[in-house]
């Protein structure tokens, strides 16, 4: 874990990954082959579901790319401004644990997501893109509190 002690380390990191994630979200928004994999009509039941495929079919995931890009510019400014030196033992454990529990959590969420994938098959775009956004989002966030804090 000493690799977590380097500010630089981290920025490259969270940089690396919302680009991906942002990269995702935007140029997927509203493109044609992508709304045509989404689900048709409204063959289930749910109104959460059937609001979120349509949020997705009306483009408005590059909302969502656009705010991962602010969150990881906010991290990086705060990690710029206060942080120039290595961080010490105790941050780095904390930093540490919040890696830990976002991977327990992402490991946890993948019988969830088979579950919910082999119970409405038709969502099946909808769901993972909805369990990428929670993620990254809650790295994000607490990301941003840890480095508020410190």
Known sequence: M????HPVINILFISFMSAIYSFIFIFTAGHMEFVSILSHG??????FWNGWSDFLKAGNMKFI???IIGLTVVIVVFILVKRMKEYDEYQVSILAKSLFLAGVLSILMVPFLMIMLLSAPNYSTETILLFATIQWLGVLVSYLFFVVRS
């Open 65 to 67: 790319g656009y705010l």
């Open 42 to 47: 409204r063959t289930l039941n749910s109104d």
């Open 2 to 5: 000493s690799i977590l002690r």
